[in-house]
C-alpha cells in the first residue's frame, strides 16, 4: 500500500465581534485549522491535523511543495521510514524549524489513521494501548483576562459540566492574575485542580511574585511562563518553590529538543501537541523519555477532533499519561465539526473512540464553509 497524495486543507472561523478570549499571547480574532489527507493506492484515506502556527498558508506550502514530494511512493504503513526521511531532508539538512515539525506533524498522524483502518483496530490497541478512561481538564481558548467573578463563574460551568480540572490563563499582571486565581480557588472549593497557563508572558521577576500565590492555593503546574528556549529563566524558577511543578512542551518539537529540557533539568509536566511536535511517532518517543525518568505526561490538544482525537488514543496508550486537555472553547467550531470527538463524564473523564484509526469519520463538504484567512490569529499584546 503506496502513498499517492498527500493534501492540506486549511481552514479558518473568524470569531464574532466581542467574542474574544485575552491571554498572555494576545487577543484571538479567529481560530485555523490544517487538515491534513493522505490517500494511497488501495483506497485507505487517512486524516491527520497539523497545527497552523502563526501562518497557516506556509505550512499548507510547506507540506504541498516540500514534505509531499518526499513521501509520495513511499509504504504508507511506515511510520519510522517517513519520519527518517522527513529528518534527513528536512530538520537534519535544512534545519527543524518549527514549521516543518508542524507540517509533518499532521501527514504523521494520517499514516497512523491509516495503519489502524487497515488493521480495522482502534489506535489505541494498535499503540498497545485500552480503552481507559483519561482525566480531563478544562482547557482550550478559555478562562482568559476577565473580572475575577466572570472567571470563577465560567470555571463553575465547567465543573458543574463534570470536570474535575481547570486551567486560567495568567500572564496579564501579577496582581490581575494573583486576585483571579485566588477567587477561582475560593469558589470552587478545594477539591478542583487549578492549573496556571501564562503562554510565555511572564518574566522571571513576574514569577518570583507569582509562584507563592499559587502554591496558596495549591496549584497543579505554572505552564510556559517563558519563551520555549529560554532555559536559564525555566531553571531558576524551578528553584523557587518545589510546590508548584512548571509545566512546558507544546512549543517544543522533536525529541530532541525534550531531551534539552530534560538536561535542564528544569521542566517537570511534559505537554507535547501531537499536530506539532513531529505526530504520534515521535509522541511515542517523548512518552518513552519522559517514563524513564517519571515525568508525567500531559498532551496539549489544538483546534479539531482529529487531534483530539488522536490525543485520547496516545494517552490511552501511554504508560505516565496524565490529563487530556479538553477544548471547551466557546466560539470553536472545529472541535466538532466531524461529530462529538470527547464526553466528559461524572467521573471527570473521557476515552477514546473504538472505531478504527482515529475513529473519525471525516465529511470534506463542510470545508467550503471556512475558507482560509491567512495570517496570525491574534491580536498580539506589547
Sequence with gaps: MKITRITAIPLSYRLPEGKTVTM???????????????????????YGESHPGRSPGAIVSLIHNTLAPLLQGMDATDVVGAWQRVHRMQFSSHGLGAGAALAHSGIDMALWD???????????????GSRRRIPAYAGGISLGFQPAAALAQEAQSYVDAGYKAVKLRLGDTVKDDIERATHVRSVLGDDIDILGD??????????????????????????????????????????????????????????FEFAQMLEAGAVQVWQPDLSKTGGITEGIRIAALASAFRIPLHAHSSATGLNHAATLHFLAATENAGYFEACVSRFNPFRDMF????????????????????????????????????????????
Excluded at 498572555?24 to 487517512?46: C, F, N, Q, W, Y
Aim: charged share 20%.
Design 24 to 46: 498572555g499571547v494576545g487577543s484571538t480574532l479567529k481560530r485555523d485549522a490544517i487538515i491534513i489527507r493522505v490517500e494511497t493506492s488501495e483506497g485507505i484515506t487517512g
Design 339 to 382: 461529530g462529538t470527538t470527547f464526553e466528559i463524564g461524572t467521573d471527570g473523564c473521557v476515552e477514546p473512540s473504538s472505531a478504527p484509526g482515529l475513529g473519525v469519520e471525516v465529511d470534506e463538504a463542510i470545508f467550503k464553509d471556512f475558507p482560509l484567512i491567512d495570517g496570525p490569529g491574534y491580536v498580539v499584546k506589547f
Design 198 to 255: 501564562a503562554n510565555t508572558a511572564y518574566t522571571i521577576a513576574q514569577v518570583r511574585r507569582v509562584l507563592p500565590a499559587l502554591a496558596d492555593i495549591k496549584a497543579g503546574w505554572l505552564e510556559e511562563p517563558f519563551a520555549c528556549n529560554d532555559f536559564a529563566s525555566y531553571r531558576e524558577a524551578a528553584r523557587i518553590t518545589p510546590l508548584v511543578p512548571i509545566a512546558a512542551g507544546e512549543n517544543h518539537f522533536t525529541r
Design 114 to 128: 491509516i495503519r489502524g483502518k487497515a488493521a480495522n483496530m482502534p489506535l489505541y490497541e494498535l499503540l498497545g
